[in-house]
Antibody, heavy 120, light 110 residues
Framework: EVQLVESGGALVQPGESLRLTCATS????????MTWVRQAPGKGLEWVSG????????YYADSVKGRFTVSRDNSKNTLYLEMNSLRAEDTATYYC?????????????WGQGTLVAVSS | QTVVTQEPSFSVSPGGTVTLTCGLT?????????PSWYQQTPGQAPRTLIY???TRSSGVPDRFSGSILVNKAVLTITGAQAEDESDYYC??????????FGGGTKVTVL
């Protein structure tokens, strides 16, 4: 059974940094692209960042480009999102999701999410 | 900037059929956009229903189907049930590794 478990969410002040982790199990991790999607309170879904199965290709939404960095450790079956210079508008539940294949494909499995709150 | 459009809300009777659409403010949706559909109930993580236009995700009932009609991606729920009352989001591939969600459609079953 595929499982994705996010962690690392917290309450932080504007300008601070945070690293989110998505631990996976039940899949051959390197075979699949991975993605981060967020949802601000009461709002819709927003694609944030994606990474290829090898980790060699990364992609970002304009809203986070230059501030967030996605990475993966294929030896640990784990996905990361390093978030710097956090802003109030980054407040959201962050979900990791598994791509249906290694390339640019949509997602089939999701984690339960981790809440990031940015406030002074 | 191209925006992905969805109806804000829809109402369907139990056992009825509802068709949700996913379009673009500029241009037509095609299979090259790899349209996908996600269901979300309040307080829960999204669940994948359909990806690459018409492929049902594992465990999704066959009353959910996806297609492209004219210039939009379409999600059809045939024989709606009470548990289908949810928010539905479509997502399109915009190229260069970038994906964009629509604003979501709130479906009420009554």
């Amino acid at each position: 059974e595929v499982q994705l478990v996010e962690s690392g969410g917290a309450l932080v002040q504007p300008g601070e940094s945070l690293r989110l982790t998505c631990a996976t199990s039940g899949l051959t991790f390197t075979r699949y692209s991975m993605t981060w999607v967020r949802q601000a309170p009461g709002k819709g879904l927003e694609w944030v960042s994606g990474i290829s199965g090898s980790g060699g290709l990364t992609y970002y939404a304009d809203s986070v480009k230059g501030r967030f960095t996605v990475s993966r450790d294929n030896s640990k079956n784990t996905l990361y999102l390093e978030m710097n210079s956090l802003r109030a508008e980054d407040t959201a539940t962050y979900y990791c999701a598994k791509g249906v294949r290694s390339g640019n494909y949509p997602f089939d499995y999701w984690g339960q999410g981790t809440l990031v709150a940015v406030s002074s | 900037q191209t925006v992905v459009t969805q109806e804000p809300s829809f109402s369907v009777s139990p056992g009825g059929t509802v068709t949700l659409t996913c379009g673009l403010t500029s241009g037509s949706v095609s299979t090259d956009h790899y349209p996908s559909w996600y269901q979300q109930t309040p307080g829960q993580a999204p669940r994948t229903l359909i990806y690459t236009t018409d492929t049902r995700s594992s465990g999704v009932p066959d009353r959910f189907s996806g297609s492209i009609l004219v210039n939009k991606a379409v999600l059809t729920i045939t024989g709606a049930q009470a548990e289908d009352e949810s928010d539905y989001y479509c997502m399109l591939y915009m190229g260069s590794g970038v994906w964009v969600f629509g604003g979501g459609t709130k479906v009420t079953v009554l």
